[in-house]
């Protein structure tokens, strides 16, 4: 099974990665794409906000669709589990038709409100979220954009409570509903 997680930066994408891992799914790989993306390509960089500033977006962009396409082909030949934590920003129409393309893909949105996300991502700080540099409105905007991408995952959990791993046991149910149904 390969599950791709969305959504919004501060929606949560790291906290159930960890507890995807922690739990029944956890014999696997686990990947964060903005990790894979700065290991393979941000050499001499100190961090992934660095090597952003330097090269620019489109170039961080180009890069996370091949990281995104490289770990996509990997899954399909593997029989394990696979979960990708996707940037907030990674999901675009031509990486959704990527991860739509197989049976065993689930795409899974973290639903989080705009106020709870950027709550979050201001105590991430600037060096970790560099869009927060634009200010509130853009990160907004870009909020509203993204949301109708997100939209068109195969299931959504809301996120604004992290703290409800009640949420996320009955998320995991029905991932594993999905893969019996896929046999």
């Not at 961090?47 to 091949?66: N, P, T, V």
């Not at 396409?69 to 129409?93: D, I, P």
């Not at 700080?125 to 939209?151: A, D, Q, T």
Request: proline share 1%.
């Amino acid at each position: 099974m390969v599950i791709f997680l969305c959504g919004f930066m501060g929606s949560g994408k790291s906290f159930f990665m960890e507890h995807l891992q922690r739990n029944s799914l956890g014999k696997g790989s686990f990947s964060d794409l903005d990790d894979v993306v700065f290991d393979k390509f941000g050499k001499g960089e100190k961090s992934l906000s660095d090597l952003i500033e330097k090269k620019g977006w489109e170039f961080f962009r180009e890069k996370e669709l091949l990281c995104l396409n490289n770990f996509l082909n990997e899954a399909k030949k593997g029989q394990g589990n696979y979960v990708l934590s996707l940037g907030g920003g990674s999901l675009n129409e031509e990486s959704l038709k990527l991860i739509k393309s197989t049976d065993r893909s689930t795409l899974i949105w973290l639903e989080t409100s705009f106020e709870k996300c950027f709550e979050r991502a201001l105590r991430d700080g600037v060096g970790k979220r560099p869009l927060l540099k634009k200010g509130k409105s853009f990160v907004y905007k870009l909020y509203l954009e993204r949301k109708s991408l997100y939209e068109k995952s195969h299931m959504s959990i809301s996120t604004d409570d992290l703290e409800k791993i009640k949420d996320l046991d009955s998320l995991i149910e029905r991932i594993h509903e999905k893969k019996r149904r896929a046999m």
